[in-house]
C-alpha cells in the first residue's frame, strides 16, 4: 500500500500562484511514474502533468508554460507549481502514482484531493 497525501490547494485571484505538494509514504525508487490530475464540479478527471521515473515531464496543452511538475526524492514528495493561474483551473486537483509492490505487482494509488479555487 502507498499513501499519498496532498496540500497546498486554497484560493487565489486570477494570475496568481500556488504549489501543490503530494506526499509519498514511500521512497520514489519502485515508483514508475507520478502525476497531477484534475477534477472540476460536474466534469470528469483530466490529466495535468506527468513525470516519469526517468525525470522526463508531460503536461496538458492547457497548462503548458503555467504549470511545472518536479519532486524531491529526498522528502519522498511530488509538487506542481502553478502559474499565471485562470477561473478554468479551479478544480480539485488529485496526485496519482503507478507503483511496483513485491508480491503485489503494479498498481495506481490517489490521494485524497486538494481544492484550488481561481477567483475572476
Known amino acids: 500500500q502507498v499513501q499519498l497525501v496532498e496540500s497546498g490547494g486554497g484560493l487565489v485571484q486570477t494570475g496568481g500562484s500556488l504549489r501543490l505538494s503530494c506526499a509519498a509514504s514511500?521512497?520514489?525508487?519502485?515508483?514508475?511514474?507520478m502525476g497531477w490530475y484534475r477534477q472540476a464540479p460536474g466534469k470528469q478527471r483530466e490529466f495535468v502533468a506527468l513525470?516519469?521515473?526517468?525525470?522526463?515531464?508531460t503536461y496538458a496543452d492547457s497548462v503548458k508554460g503555467r504549470f511545472s511538475i518536479s519532486r524531491d526524492n529526498a522528502k519522498n514528495t511530488l509538487y506542481l507549481q502553478m502559474n499565471s493561474l485562470q477561473p478554468k483551473d479551479t478544480a480539485a486537483y488529485y496526485c496519482?502514482?503507478?507503483?511496483?509492490?513485491?508480491?503485489?505487482?503494479?498498481?495506481?494509488?490517489w490521494g485524497q484531493g486538494t481544492q484550488v479555487t481561481v477567483s475572476s
Open positions: 496519482n502514482a503507478y507503483v511496483f509492490t513485491l508480491g503485489d505487482g503494479w498498481n495506481d494509488y
Open positions: 514511500r521512497r520514489f525508487s519502485s515508483f514508475r511514474r
Open positions: 513525470l516519469n521515473n526517468g525525470g522526463s515531464t
